[in-house]
């Protein structure tokens, strides 16, 4: 459903106390990211009790104290630093006649670009602002959409929960519940040279032509089909990340094969937070930065796609990954000042160095996957109680990606699944008849 917002506001929100420092160093990793915003947007049912100008207030009071917290979110970036001079960031408003429930019954996924702040001509991911929020009324206060968006070259999506939780919190009135963020970017990655240049998103995306993006809903029972089909002698209980994955990749990768004179080779790689796999008294779980790496799984062009051989592949390299991070940290639980960019995070880089020589060529289609499956995006509570529905905002902000994404419902057990596809391949991927056993297309939200 298309929808139509009048913008009734915007400003800049500064922090409510000064920086207590003046740079950030950024790393090696934060610089090679794309210069987009890493965006999402949480939709609340009736705000009917409090006005729109007690919600502006109260929303734009509780982000100024958050940023002073947040405070490099509120700089501009310099070349390979942020400058933390409290420029602050931009805070949009906007309203709809539309129903919140119309809108969740006909949801389309192009709809989400309406819900993102416009970016006027000055303003980058890349210099400034950081940080943009955006929040839209629905028609007879039925509800609210909340979108937040920063640079991904200071924050991955672990960053954005976390800053987003601690706003949320701070608007709630739970002061007690808010944390003091470490920005740690620096701390795993080593920063770059100073004749560094980053690369454009045309270097880092292997362009396919224009890409389209359809929202995919893996019910639990489903699931659990899906896994008994990818279990094997050597994984023989799937997690369901592996399992939907794997499938999205095998019909991806035949989708494209149908469209292709000669079979291409095919990849997937998938992002992991080292914040899961990092001792906390080494990085703090509330760590902000692209504290993540990727492993890839690469199957050749004339090869058998079988779900349960690609699981299998899946649970090999990505356990293989794990225990070589394990290995690098041996001894950072004795000395927690020690861990260092020369060993685990150059070997990192190495890996991800490999996978970029490896994979992006015209002869292999890569699809990038990332999960945020287990991830309590659907408590971030206002005052409004939880979300009835939240999505990823990004794919917006650029047509040429090929990804994969995948979240929780907000039972927390079906999952769904967004896929951007370049557009001639999409509509032979949605007619793939095992994605069809075990998936429905973009089907209504109901609330």
Not at 274 to 294: A, E, F, K
Not at 342 to 362: A, H, I, R, W
Request: net charge negative.
């Amino acid at each position: 459903m298309e929808v139509k917002l009048e913008e009734t506001g915007r400003e800049v929100i500064k922090p409510s106390s000064p920086a207590p420092h003046d740079r950030l160093q950024l790393s090696l990793l934060d610089l090679t990211c794309p210069a987009i915003y890493v965006a999402t947007t949480f939709l609340y049912k009736s705000t009917a009790r409090e006005s729109p100008e007690i919600i502006s207030r109260r929303l734009k009071t509780s982000l100024s104290e958050t940023l002073s917290r947040f405070y490099p979110l509120a700089g501009r970036q310099e070349g390979l630093s942020i400058c933390c001079n409290d420029e602050g960031v931009i805070f949009t408003e906007a309203r709809t006649d539309l129903l919140l429930s119309d809108f969740l019954r006909n949801l389309s996924t192009d709809s989400l670009a309406a819900f993102l702040p416009e970016i006027e001509e000055g303003e980058s991911a890349g210099t400034w602002p950081l940080l943009r929020v955006k929040v839209s009324l629905f028609g007879s206060g039925s509800g609210v959409a909340v979108t937040v968006g920063i640079s991904h070259q200071i924050c991955d999506a672990t960053s954005l929960l976390t800053f987003v939780q601690a706003w949320a919190a701070t608007a709630k009135g739970t002061t007690t519940s808010t944390c003091t963020p470490h920005f740690a970017g620096a701390t795993i990655y080593p920063p770059p040279d100073t004749s560094f240049k980053s690369p454009s998103i045309d270097d880092v995306y292997e362009l396919q032509g224009k890409c389209v993006t359809n929202r995919l809903v893996f019910k639990s029972s489903k699931i659990d089909e899906l896994k008994c089909k990818a279990a094997s002698e050597s994984v023989r209980a799937p997690t369901r990340v592996e399992a939907i994955m794997s499938l999205i990749w095998r019909c991806a990768a035949n989708a494209s094969r149908s469209n292709s004179l000669s079979p291409k080779s095919t990849v997937m790689t998938q992002a992991m937070d080292l914040r899961l796999r990092i001792p906390s008294n080494v990085l703090p779980q509330d760590s902000i930065g692209n504290l993540q790496t990727c492993f890839f799984v690469k199957k050749g062009a004339e090869s058998e796609l079988e779900i349960d051989e690609m699981v299998a592949d899946f649970r090999k390299t990505k356990e293989e990954f794990s225990e070589m991070i394990k290995e690098n940290l041996q001894g950072c639980d004795n000395d927690t000042t020690n861990i260092t960019t020369t060993t685990l995070g150059q070997n990192l880089l190495t890996v991800m160095g490999d996978f970029v020589s490896e994979c992006y060529k015209p002869d292999v289609d890569l699809y990038t996957m990332s999960s945020w499956c287990k991830k309590p995006f659907y408590e971030v509570d206002f005052r409004w109680g939880n979300p009835v529905w939240m999505g990823p905002s990004s794919h917006t902000v650029y047509d040429n990606m090929v990804f994969v994404v995948l979240i929780d419902s907000k039972d927390g057990e079906d999952v769904e699944a967004w896929v951007g596809l370049p557009e001639q391949d999409m509509p032979v991927f949605l007619c793939e008849q095992d994605l069809l056993a075990y998936a429905v297309l973009n089907p209504p939200v109901l609330i």
